[in-house]
């Protein structure tokens, strides 16, 4: 049972912040160190002096610079609980409009052994420990974790029609032009039926695991301290529903970029990938073509293959002859990324998880990464097509978790929007 209630919500006062394009601000995991420097000269109240300062003691920073900013009115908290429902429209790399209808909530906490909030890739440890001594600093949840249900009985956007005829509470575009509207939900009776709703659904962390199982942390430590208090905020995180039926929710792949590691000799490379891979060469003036049949709509599962020095793309095709050899639950072998990461990088390359880790950077952005390895930046770019819902869905029911990175659910949720106080 996926637990729910309203709360209320802690927003800027767009009285005292101005424009709220200004101050909002990318997830924190997706912040370049030269975006994080703009951010933090955009406007002297966006979110990333919370959520990433470049303080060099930033969690004590952060805790005293949302005092202030609570002091002083910059960040104001509403007086009735409420749900927040976000329509975000957005356009795809081809053109296509989409429209995604979630809600943000305050989402009761559950142990992932219970089943009801599921994980679906691992996570560092090095990041999980920055979020917790933020939450400890801040007992302020400032990014919603993202998780979706999967329901065609219902659709939020038909629940909520009514409430969506009214003005926004916010309505911004931001810079990837990702149009961003929020209503404030406080219709007891509506509440209690969307509550109903959800209540027999299951939830996949899409997004913001790491600050999930920080939350999770968090919770334990601070019931540790206050036994017996069972439904005090500590129990909930900040969290963003969506259904993952809704043709809004896209999952775009998460390319990987191989920098500082000794790679075999192309010639012998090519010799094993060989033996479990159909190589199929593009010359590098035409890299369409080789996105083309990377993406075409054939069957078969495919890689592409970018190496500084090689002379040609590579697109690797494969079939369940090569997945059977790997040795890990069958819904994993279903997912190409792990094929990726068991078959080449670990038993070709030689590759542990933490040298991956060590080694490993990442883009959405295809072209990206074939230019950074044509122009000596990385030493090799793995272009891969999307993992979709169901995939994750089976990965998830089986109790198993991908790789880290293997989803990109777009757009992302900006920071700022909303906050939820994890302490009274």
């Not at 679906?120 to 920055?130: I, L, P, V």
């Not at 209690?192 to 942390?217: K, M, N, Q, W």
């Not at 279903?334 to 990461?341: A, E, F, N, Q």
């Not at 295809?366 to 930046?377: F, G, K």
Request: aromatic share 8%; glycine share 4%.
């Amino acid at each position: 049972m996926a637990r729910i209630r309203p709360f209320c919500g802690v927003r800027y006062n767009p009285a005292v912040v101005g424009d709220l394009r200004s101050v909002i601000s990318p997830p924190y995991d997706v912040i370049s160190p030269d975006q994080q420097t703009l951010l933090h000269l955009r406007h002297p109240y966006n979110a990333v002096h919370l959520d990433l300062s470049q303080n060099a003691e930033r969690y004590t920073y952060a805790a005293e610079t949302l005092r202030e900013w609570l002091e002083r009115g910059v960040l104001v908290r509403d007086r009735e609980p409420a749900l927040y429902v976000t329509v975000q429209e957005f356009s795809l790399r081809d053109g296509r409009r989409q429209r995604r209808t979630g809600m943000f909530v305050a989402l009761r906490l559950e142990e992932f052994s219970s089943g009801i909030v599921r994980p679906h890739e691992r996570t560092f440890e090095d990041a999980k420990k920055d979020r917790l001594a933020l939450l400890r600093a801040c007992h302020m949840h400032l990014s919603p974790i993202f998780c979706l249900y999967a329901t065609t009985a219902w659709s939020l956007e038909e629940v909520m029609e009514p409430q969506l005829k009214a003005d926004p509470l916010i309505d911004i575009v931001d810079e990837q032009d990702v149009s961003h509207k929020v209503w404030r939900v406080t219709d007891h009776r509506l509440i209690a039926d969307i509550t109903d709703r959800l209540a027999p659904e299951s939830l996949v962390i899409a997004d913001g695991h790491h600050r999930y199982e920080t939350a999770l942390r968090y919770r334990r430590e601070v019931a540790a301290q206050e036994p017996g208090n069972d439904d005090a905020p500590f129990h909930y995180v900040l969290a963003y529903l969506a259904n993952a039926e809704d043709a809004g929710v896209v999952i775009l792949p998460t390319h990987r970029l191989l920098r500082g590691v000794s790679l075999p000799p192309l010639q012998a490379l090519r010799t094993a990938l060989h033996r479990d891979f159909r190589l199929a060469l593009f010359p590098l003036h035409d890299a369409p073509a080789f996105l083309r049949a990377l993406h075409a709509p054939t069957p078969g599962r495919r890689i592409g293959c970018v190496l500084a020095g090689a002379g040609h793309y590579w697109v690797l095709s494969f079939d369940d002859r090569v997945t059977r050899t790997l040795a890990v639950p069958a819904p994993l072998r279903d997912v190409d990324v792990t094929v990726l990461h068991e078959l080449i990088l670990s038993r070709l390359f030689g590759l542990s998880q933490e040298a991956q880790a060590q080694h490993l950077d990442y883009t959405t952005d295809e072209e990206e990464a074939i230019r950074l390895v044509t122009t000596q930046q990385c030493q090799a770019a793995f272009v891969l097509n999307p993992t979709t819902f169901a995939q994750v869905r089976r990965v998830c029911e089986a109790g198993e978790v991908m790789p880290p990175k293997s989803t990109y659910f777009f757009p992302k949720l900006p920071t700022g929007l909303v906050f939820l106080p994890a302490r009274e």
